[in-house]
């Protein structure tokens, strides 16, 4: 089956194409010669995956999905859940990303222990986190919604050369390695878009 994959990330396209296995081309906008930012202006990941599926299937009137993902750490009060691919702002790559998670934290962090000196009655700050996948394929013009999730937690600093955005970060529940340092196949078996899409591919193959 010929379908296309709205996004413009090599690594997304890599994890897709391993999960979705024989019997699928993954086709990217700009192979069709869509080039132009894809818009994402929804409040929610379901809203911004499907305004880009959406966009897709009008430019082309192909099968298609798109994803939208996000990450919520608890400290920062599930921040920075829809803006996670521009938390550090609209120009900024992912190490500046991670980097202001990094400081986020840390700063709460210590605003947590700072009340805690100071006779204040507070929890004591975690680093408990997850990620979120939302993605919407649109099948012969219906929609169809598939939804995963990774439980974890945030590291204190970078690890492991893989993966891609803030997997030199994120240390999946039950594992004492980053995303980064698990290797793909690892990764993709247990990762919240590797869920997403293989139920998205279970549907597909029925």
Same mark, same amino acid.
């Given at each position: 089956?010929?379908i296309?994959?709205?996004?413009?990330?090599?690594?997304?396209?890599?994890?897709?194409?391993?999960?979705?296995?024989?019997?699928?081309?993954?086709?990217?906008?700009?192979?069709? %010669?869509?080039?132009?930012?894809?818009?994402?202006?929804?409040?929610?990941l379901?809203?911004?995956?499907?305004?880009?599926a959406?966009?897709?299937?009008k430019?082309?009137?192909?099968?298609?999905?798109a994803?939208?993902?996000?990450?919520?750490?608890?400290i920062?009060?599930?921040a920075p859940?829809v803006?996670?691919?521009?938390y550090?702002?609209?120009?900024?790559?992912?190490?500046?990303?991670?980097?202001?998670?990094?400081?986020?934290?840390?700063?709460r962090?210590?605003?947590?222990?700072?009340?805690?000196?100071?006779?204040?009655?507070?929890?004591?700050?975690?680093?408990?986190?997850?990620?979120?996948t939302?993605?919407?394929?649109?099948?012969?013009?219906?929609?169809?919604?598939?939804?995963?999730v990774m &439980?974890?937690?945030i590291?204190y &600093?970078?690890?492991?050369?893989? %993966?891609?955005?803030y997997d030199p970060?994120?240390?999946?529940?039950?594992?004492?390695?980053?995303?980064?340092?698990?290797?793909?196949?690892?990764?993709?078996a247990?990762?919240?878009r590797?869920?997403?899409?293989?139920?998205?591919?279970?549907?597909?193959?029925?």
């Amino acid at each position: 089956m010929k379908i296309v994959f709205a996004t413009g990330n090599p690594g997304k396209v890599r994890e897709a194409a391993e999960i979705l296995g024989e019997g699928f081309e993954l086709v990217t906008p700009a192979e069709l %010669g869509i080039t132009e930012e894809i818009p994402e202006t929804g409040n929610t990941l379901r809203a911004n995956s499907m305004q880009k599926a959406d966009y897709i299937f009008k430019k082309t009137g192909l099968n298609c999905f798109a994803d939208d993902s996000g990450l919520e750490v608890d400290i920062l009060g599930g921040a920075p859940g829809v803006e996670t691919a521009r938390y550090a702002g609209p120009n900024h790559d992912a190490d500046a990303n991670i980097d202001k998670l990094l400081s986020e934290i840390a700063r709460r962090e210590k605003e947590a222990a700072m009340a805690r000196t100071n006779g204040v009655s507070t929890s004591k700050a975690n680093r408990s986190a997850r990620f979120r996948t939302s993605v919407t394929l649109i099948l012969n013009g219906e929609h169809h919604f598939f939804d995963g999730v990774m &439980e974890g937690h945030i590291a204190y &600093e970078r690890a492991g050369n893989g %993966g891609f955005g803030y997997d030199p970060i994120f240390v999946p529940e039950g594992y004492d390695k980053t995303n980064a340092e698990l290797g793909e196949s690892v990764k993709n078996a247990i990762s919240h878009r590797g869920k997403a899409l293989r139920a998205m591919a279970d549907y597909l193959k029925q």
